[in-house]
């Protein structure tokens, strides 16, 4: 148990849960932990779809048919790796560490990125050209940038042209929607997609997910103290971020709905799953139980 769980960990498991002794310690543990485990693998497949969306978006209004140049325009990206080796390669031999300001080096975007995201995607490609890749897709970009980015990228759309632009990005990024694309609906999208990033942020940094805000419309967000409110809070987050999806592709929602991971995840979220682990220790045979008796109806659904 101490190996597993560090003291100020354990009590705070301890406090939140309502447990005392080693084994219901270590069964709620792992029960927290499973959870974690199956809404990452969700989260996986929603940043998949929502960063594909928008950098498809992205290129459909900037760029001209069938190119995807918004990040770094194609027709000068040799240019710019020519340009980032020679000035590497100076500050090597001058004995020197590189640091690109990217002020220096015009990526000929489409869209006007801010400075911030220009630096990074310059130390992208350097992080390219120090392992030999001195060539790069608009994919391979898109891949290697953080979740935060594309919020960041929306976030934009508030100020970018004093907000003219919300309603062609919103459209062309959330068909589906039903909601409007003005910018209320974007301080929505936007709210939901923070909630979304700091959930993401939480488990990637093995952090609880005991707490997690509710939002309560016209009033300060709610945070957990038990169970139940647990369960519920995980379970407006979740469906928030499958309802994002339907706006996206109301196809690509229906697989998430019916995907091994969400079916795991909402398995595990239930009270009756909280207890079985609790009981058991967490051990192998917990998640077992749990299936069995949601497949013989024994759970409510």
Known sequence: MSLLIPIPRKQTYQTFFNVTSKS??????????????????ILCDFEIIFRSKIHQAMASLNCYPNQDDWIVGSRQQQNLVNKLQRDMLSAKQAGKDFYPDANNYNLHSSFKLSKKDRQNFINIICEYIEKGKTSFTHDDLVASVSFGFWVSLLKRLEWLKHGSLTTQYLTEIFPHSTKGFDLNHLKSILDTLNRIKSFRNRIGHHDSIMRIPEPIA??????????????????????????????????CSLAIEQSKNWKSFFLLLKVDSFQVYRSNSGNLESYVICYLNNSYNTFDK
Do not use: C
């Open 218 to 251: 016209g009033h300060p967000d709610f945070y957990p103290r038990t169970v139940n409110q647990m369960i519920n809070s995980l379970k407006i987050l979740l469906l928030s971020l499958l309802d994002l999806v339907r706006d996206i592709d109301p196809q």
């Open 24 to 41: 219901e310690t270590q069964g709620v543990y792992q029960w927290h932990q499973d959870l974690a485990a199956a809404a990452f693998l």
